[in-house]
């Protein structure tokens, strides 16, 4: 049965586009899942893994899903340079991307602050955001925009130090513009070393996200397939040589990881193999995921889920562990397992209430992305 979408080849494209952030921010959730060093206020648990179960959550949490990031920032070049031909055209996207990043970025921080605030001060909840980056900020007009926006310190909502780093690109965009147009190799190869490199940025207003070059190398690498119209089926003729890669370099990684630690046996070495789990991503994008339909109706929810897996996700990891103390290694990967669900379909669920009952306001609390 046919459905109701339009067929037109820019729909579909911009449909595979939103079906595929829907798996990365499946992604971010799997990556930020990885951590069994529970802190509360009076107790912190940490647990002895078997060889197994580092190896395994190694691969689901800290391998393939390591590119979702640098995707996403692709993507974001990708679509910011379509139809930027003028001073005109990039004033319109800035303004389009105040409401798209910039207002989610003040909305979930503000509001998830005011709830932990509450949660702090209540006795039976503050054991739970005592501890790491849940700490509330001082008490002073500074440390509370600082939390917000992230200024000289990871976002309140720590993984909303994407929005501010993206925003950090766009900002910058009329340069890379001239840049990709003029000196497209010269600039892709530098900022590309860089990031392969790890080196710092060497500013220290932002320390984290852009303290280094992943937003900027990958957001160019977006911009520069949009400027010089780069055909996605050059990709796709490698696709069955990529997924080999993907696969052999996935399951060595993750051996690296769970012997050395959470990059391996080197920072390079993983970030070369971030490099081919790009190319399976972008592989992925331009192979039909418009046609899932359980998969087109999830991805009205993507930012949602982005926007609220934490702190839910702590909430129920620490819950978990609260009710269950595990004893082996095969009760932590079960805890594991059970967290990611729980916090996947609370966010499902909470989105899909507020879009059903106030569909503007969750346009609104989405950046206007559905």
């Not at 340079?81 to 105040?98: A, G, P, Q």
């Not at 590309?192 to 710092?200: E, K, P």
Request: charged share 15%; glycine share 4%.
């Amino acid at each position: 049965m046919k459905n109701k979408f339009d067929h037109s080849p820019e729909t579909e494209y911009l449909w595979n586009i939103n079906v595929l952030k829907f798996l990365l921010i499946i992604c971010i959730v799997l990556i930020h899942s990885n951590n069994f060093k529970i802190r509360f206020s009076d107790v912190t648990y940490s647990f002895q893994q078997d060889y197994w179960l580092l190896y395994l959550v190694a691969l689901i949490t800290n391998t393939v899903v390591r590119a979702a990031v640098p995707v996403f920032f692709i993507i974001s070049g990708l679509l910011f340079f379509r139809n930027y031909l003028t001073k005109d055209d990039y004033f319109r996207k800035l303004r389009s991307r105040v409401s798209t990043i910039i207002v989610p970025l003040v909305f979930w921080n503000s509001i998830i602050l005011i709830f932990l605030y509450f949660c702090n001060k209540t006795p039976c909840l503050s054991n739970f955001f005592t501890q790491g980056h849940w700490k509330l900020p001082d008490a002073n007009i500074f440390s509370i925009i600082n939390a917000i926006l992230g200024i000289t310190r990871w976002p309140f909502v720590s993984q909303f130090w994407f929005l501010r780093d993206l925003f950090l690109c766009v900002l910058i965009a009329p340069i890379l513009q001239y840049l990709l147009k003029n000196f497209s190799r010269i600039t892709l190869i530098i900022l590309g070393i860089l990031w392969l490199s790890r080196v710092a940025i060497p500013f220290r207003l932002f320390l984290s996200g852009f303290g280094h070059f992943t937003p900027l190398f990958f957001f160019a690498v977006g911009g520069y397939l949009t400027i010089s119209k780069f055909d996605f089926k050059k990709i796709l003729r490698f696709k069955k040589q990529i997924l080999f890669l993907s696969v052999v370099s996935a399951l060595f990684e993750a051996h690296l990881i769970a012997i050395f630690g959470k990059f391996g046996f080197s920072r390079i070495l993983h970030n070369l193999f971030v490099i081919i789990w790009v190319l399976f991503f972008l592989n992925l994008m331009n192979s039909g995921l418009k046609d899932v339909g359980l998969l087109r109706k999830l991805s009205f929810f993507s930012f949602f889920i982005f926007a609220t897996h934490e702190p839910i996700m702590t909430i129920m990891r620490k819950l978990l562990f609260r009710l269950y103390l595990p004893t082996c290694s095969l009760d932590l990967f079960l805890l594991f397992c059970l967290n990611i669900i729980f916090t996947i379909s609370i966010c499902l669920i909470f989105g899909f209430l507020i879009q059903k009952f106030s569909p503007k306001f969750f346009k609104f609390i989405s950046g206007w992305r559905t």
